[in-house]
């Protein structure tokens, strides 16, 4: 099976940064791309930014100059840094990923989410 676990969420204040992590582990044989979504209450799970194997990334409009997404391929870690946080970033931060298993097969595993709260 897969494992996608995240880390680094908690309580920021406005304008200040936090840096999200996500391992993965088990069956994999290659990682086609790693990314974050978020959801808010009463809101829809939403693209934060993404990263394909060729180092592509991706970010949504309302993160584009703030956040930004690496990548650490010996690790199968994927982490998002991000600056001049403002209340708006408060959700739920979902890793997701895009991998071949070692059968051969590609799917979408999801973590279980990390809270990223910003208040003052």
């Known amino acids: 099976q897969v494992q996608l676990v995240e880390s680094g969420g908690g309580l920021v204040q406005p304008g200040g940064s936090l840096r999200l992590s996500c391992a993965a582990s088990?069956?994999?044989?290659?990682?086609?791309?790693m990314g974050w979504y978020r959801q808010a209450p009463g809101k829809r799970r939403e693209l934060v930014a993404s990263i394909t194997s060729d180092g592509s990334t991706n970010y949504g409009d309302s993160v584009k100059g703030r956040f930004t997404i690496t990548r650490d391929n010996a690790k199968n870690t994927v982490y998002l840094q991000m600056n001049s946080l403002t209340p708006e970033d408060t959700a739920v931060y979902y890793c997701?990923?895009?991998?071949?298993?070692?059968?051969?097969?590609?799917?979408?595993?999801w973590g279980q989410g990390t809270q990223v709260t910003v208040s003052s």
């Open positions: 997701n990923a895009m991998i071949t298993t070692t059968t051969r097969r590609i799917w979408s595993y």
């Open positions: 088990g069956s994999i044989f290659s990682i086609n791309a």
